[in-house]
C-alpha cells in the first residue's frame, strides 16, 4: 500500500462550471469550465491545481481571481504569477500562455498554507467579470450580478485513511529494494554501438559479478537514435531492439531491479520539441510503443525511465521547459498504460527538467505527478555535487561546507518534495564530474572519500535510492575488479553504517631536518577510534599517536620511522581503525618544495618544467597585472584541472593547454601553483600572439 508520510491522505477537489466573461468586444461569446484541485494536502500546506477550458471565443490574456474562504495563502506558483490583497488572490497569465483558443484549457498550479481548515473556493472571475457556468454575451452594466458558481464536490476520504493499494504492489517498497543501485555508462547509449565509447561488449560475467558486489538495480542507459528507421514508423532496428533485451533479460535472470529509458535522444532530436511537436511527438510516441509493447508482459522489476535529463530548445525560461516536460511525461504514461499487460502498473520513473535537484523543478514535476493521479510513479534527479569541487575549478580542491551545503540542501528538497509525500526517488546518476581513472589529480582521493562518504550517509537516511554512473571508471569491465577498491568498500558500507574520516589523508614531512609532530582533525561521524595500524603492526597509544577530542596527532619519532629514508614520494601508508565503517587510510609523505624554470613554446604547446619532488599539484591560479582572473571563467582566478592545465609527473611538466591560452589575452599574466604540501610557486607567462615565454617569478 502506498503511504504518504505527513500527507492527509485523500483528495480535496471541486468542479466549478462556469462562464467565462471577456473584457472587451461585447457580442463575444464567452464561457469557460474551471477545475479547481486539491490533489495533496499536508499539515498547515497544501498543492492546488487550476484549469480554465475556454468555451468561447478566444482569449488572448487572462486574469484568474478568487477569495479564500478560510485564510488561506499562496507560497508559490508555476504557470502564472499570483498577488495578493487579503483573502484575495489574483493569477495572471505569463508570457507563453497568455492565449486561450476555444476549448483549449490552461493551467497553473501553486502552493499554500492553511491553519483549522482548507475549503475550496466558492466564486472565480476571469477578466474582472464573475464567471456564471455557460456561454454566452457578457452581462450589460447595471444588470443583476449572475448568480455563484455551484460546487460538486468530488468523493473524499477520510482524513485518516491511505489511499487505495497500488495494483502493482507498494513502489516506495520497490525503490527502496533497488538500492544500491548502478549505471551500465557508456555502453547501450554509446554512440553510434555498444562498443563506441571504448567499453567492451556486455557480458552475463560482468553482470553477475556487479550484482555479487551487492547491487540491487542497474539502469541500462539506451540510445535509440541510430537504431531507428525514418518516419513515419521509426522502427527500431530488430536486431538492436533484440540486443536491449538479451542484456535486459540477462539483468533480470541475475536478480536485478532493471531500469531502461531513452538516454541521448533527449539532445538529439527529443529536445526540438517546442518547435516541432508534431514530428518530435510521433517519434516519441513510436518508440515507446515498440518498447512498451516488447517489454509488456515483462516482471514487474523492469522499470521504465521516459528520458533521460531533458531538455528543451526555444523554450523561454525553465518554466516553460516545465511545461513541455509535463507534456511529454502525461502522453508517456497514458501510452504505457494503454498498452497492457504487465505495464498497466508498472513502475515508471519521471525525471525533472535536467534532472535537476531545484526546487523549482522539483515542484513542477510534482505538480505533474498530482495531475497523474498514478500510484505507480517515481522521480528522479541525478547529483554530481558542487560543481566548482566536482569538476576542481574557482579552488574547489576539497570537501568543504559548500560542498556539504549543496548535498544536504538537494538530497533534503528531494526528500521534503517527495518522499514526504508517498513518491519515491531515485538518484538515477551520482558521482563527481571529472572523476576518471584516465584523468588522476583532478579530484584529491581523500577528499572523494568524504564526499562518496557523506552521499552515503544523506541519501540513506532520507531513503533516497541511488545509481552510480559508472562508465568504467570504477568497475574495470575487462578484469572484473574494481580500480580501487577502498572506494567500493566504503560505498558498501555506507549502506549501513558511517564511516570516520579526517581533514586529511596525507602527511608531508621534509626530506631533510628535523621531522615535528603533525596533527589532523578527526571526522568521527559518530564513530570513535580504536587504533592506528601499520600493515600487521599497531602503534602505540601515547608513544606513537594521542588523541584529544578529535585532534589525532603523530609524534615526530613516530614519523621519522614511518619516513624511513625520506625518499621522495609516499613512503609509509598507515590505517586509523574506527568502531565501525572503514579505516581512514593516511599517507605519510616526503618532500622538497617544487621548483620550475624558463620555457618557451607556443599556445598550442606550452609546457612549465617542474620538479615535483615528491609533492602534488592540488590547483593553478592565472591574474592579469590588475588582479583580475586570466583565461577562461574569468570570475574565478583558478583554472579548472586538466581541461585548462595538467600535471605530468613522469614528464616533470605542468602543461597549459591550448584551451587555456584560447581566452588569454595578450601580455603578462601571473600563475600560481598550489601543491598539496602547502607549497605555492608563482611563475610569470607572457603571450603574444601564439608565442609563449615564461620564467619564475
Same mark, same amino acid.
Given at each position: ?58 482569449? @488572448? ?49 501553486? @502552493? ?412 568521527? @561521524? ?172
Amino acid at each position: 500500500m502506498r503511504q504518504r508520510a505527513g500527507l492527509l491522505a485523500g483528495t480535496l477537489a471541486a468542479l466549478l462550471l462556469a462562464g467565462l466573461m471577456v473584457a472587451g468586444n461585447a457580442q463575444a461569446a464567452a464561457g469557460c469550465r474551471v477545475a479547481y484541485t486539491v490533489p495533496a494536502q499536508w499539515q498547515g500546506g497544501f498543492t492546488a491545481d487550476v484549469q480554465v477550458t475556454n468555451l468561447g471565443d478566444p482569449v @488572448n490574456g487572462w486574469s484568474l481571481a478568487w477569495t479564500f474562504p478560510a485564510g488561506q495563502r499562496v507560497t508559490q506558483a508555476w504557470n502564472a504569477t499570483t498577488t495578493a490583497a487579503g483573502d484575495q488572490v489574483t493569477a495572471k497569465n505569463l508570457s507563453y500562455n497568455a492565449a486561450i483558443a476555444t476549448n483549449g484549457t490552461v493551467s497553473f498550479g501553486f @502552493n499554500g498554507s492553511w491553519t483549522g481548515s482548507n475549503p475550496v473556493p466558492t466564486s472565480f472571475t476571469l477578466n474582472g467579470v464573475a464567471c456564471t457556468g455557460g456561454v454566452g454575451t457578457p452581462t450589460p452594466t447595471g444588470t443583476t450580478a449572475p448568480p455563484s458558481p455551484t460546487v460538486s464536490p468530488s468523493p473524499t476520504t477520510s482524513p485518516t485513511t491511505s489511499p487505495s493499494p497500488s495494483p502493482g504492489g507498494d513502489p516506495m517498497a520497490a525503490v527502496a529494494a533497488m538500492q544500491p543501485g548502478w549505471n551500465l555508462g557508456n555502453t547501450l547509449d554509446a554512440i553510434p554501438d555498444e562498443t563506441a565509447w571504448g567499453n567492451p561488449l556486455t557480458t552475463q560475467a560482468l553482470l553477475r559479478q556487479v550484482r555479487s558486489q551487492g547491487y540491487r538495480s542497474i539502469r541500462l542507459p539506451v540510445t535509440w537514435t541510430d537504431h531507428t528507421g525514418p518516419a513515419p514508423t521509426y522502427t527500431i532496428d530488430p536486431v538492436w531492439l533484440a540486443r536491449v533485451r538479451q542484456v535486459v533479460d540477462w539483468s533480470l535472470a541475475e536478480g536485478f531491479y532493471v531500469m531502461i529509458n531513452l538516454h541521448h535522444d533527449s539532445w538529439q532530436w527529443l529536445n526540438g520539441y517546442p518547435g516541432d511537436r508534431t514530428t518530435v511527438m510521433n517519434r516519441y510516441t513510436a518508440l515507446w510503443t515498440q518498447i512498451a509493447t516488447t517489454f509488456r508482459d515483462h516482471s514487474a522489476k523492469l522499470v521504465f525511465e521516459n528520458i533521460n535529463e531533458p531538455q528543451f530548445t526555444g523554450t523561454a525560461d525553465d518554466a516553460q521547459g516545465d511545461e513541455v516536460l509535463r507534456e511529454l511525461h502525461l502522453a508517456f504514461v497514458r501510452l504505457i498504460r494503454q498498452s497492457g499487460g504487465g505495464n498497466a502498473t508498472r513502475l515508471l520513473v519521471l525525471p525533472t527538467l535536467h534532472t535537476s535537484g531545484e526546487q523549482a523543478r522539483m515542484d513542477a514535476l510534482n505538480t505533474t505527478i498530482s495531475q497523474l493521479r498514478d500510484p505507480n510513479i517515481a522521480a528522479t534527479i541525478h547529483f554530481y555535487g558542487y560543481w566548482p569541487f566536482s569538476v576542481n575549478i574557482a579552488g574547489g580542491t576539497r570537501y568543504d561546507s559548500n560542498v556539504e551545503q549543496d548535498l544536504v540542501g538537494t538530497f533534503e528538497r528531494a526528500r521534503a518534495s517527495f518522499v514526504a509525500r508517498g513518491i519515491p526517488v531515485i538518484i538515477g546518476e551520482w558521482a563527481l564530474l571529472s572523476y576518471d581513472y584516465t584523468r588522476p589529480g583532478i579530484i584529491e582521493r581523500g577528499e572523494l572519500l568524504k564526499f562518496f562518504e557523506a552521499v552515503g550517509y544523506h541519501a540513506r537516511t532520507r531513503n533516497l535510492t541511488t545509481m552510480l554512473w559508472d562508465a568504467g571508471s570504477f568497475l574495470n569491465r575487462n578484469t572484473l575488479q574494481w580500480r580501487d577498491q577502498g572506494i567500493y568498500d566504503l560505498m558498501k558500507a555506507n549502506l549501513t553504517t558511517r564511516s570516520a574520516t579526517a581533514s586529511s589523508d596525507q602527511v608531508y614531512l621534509p626530506r631533510s631536518g628535523t621531522i615535528t609532530a603533525k596533527s589532523l582533525t578527526l571526522n568521527l @561521524n559518530g564513530t570513535s577510534l580504536q587504533g592506528l595500524r601499520q600493515g600487521g603492526t599497531n602503534l602505540v597509544a601515547g608513544t606513537d599517536y594521542t588523541v584529544s577530542g578529535s585532534t589525532l596527532t603523530l609524534t615526530a619519532s613516530a614519523l621519522t620511522r614511518l619516513a624511513g629514508n625520506r625518499a621522495a614520494g609516499v613512503n609509509a601508508t598507515i590505517e586509523a581503525r574506527f568502531s565501525q565503517g572503514v579505516p581512514w587510510q593516511i599517507s605519510i609523505i616526503s618532500y622538497d618544495p617544487p621548483s620550475q624554470s624558463a620555457a618557451s613554446g607556443t599556445t598550442a604547446s606550452f609546457a612549465v618544467p617542474t620538479q615535483f619532488r615528491g609533492d602534488q599539484l592540488a590547483t593553478m591560479e592565472a591574474k592579469y597585472a590588475d588582479g583580475s582572473g586570466a583565461g577562461p571563467a574569468n570570475w574565478t582566478s583558478y583554472k579548472e584541472f586538466w581541461t585548462h592545465f595538467q600535471p605530468d609527473y613522469t614528464a616533470n611538466t605542468i602543461l597549459l593547454k591550448p584551451e587555456f591560452f584560447a581566452e588569454v589575452n595578450d601580455g603578462q599574466v601571473t600563475l600560481t601553483f598550489h601543491f598539496w604540501s602547502g607549497t605555492q610557486k608563482t611563475y610569470r607567462i607572457t603571450k603574444s600572439g601564439s608565442t609563449v615565454t615564461g620564467s619564475p617569478a
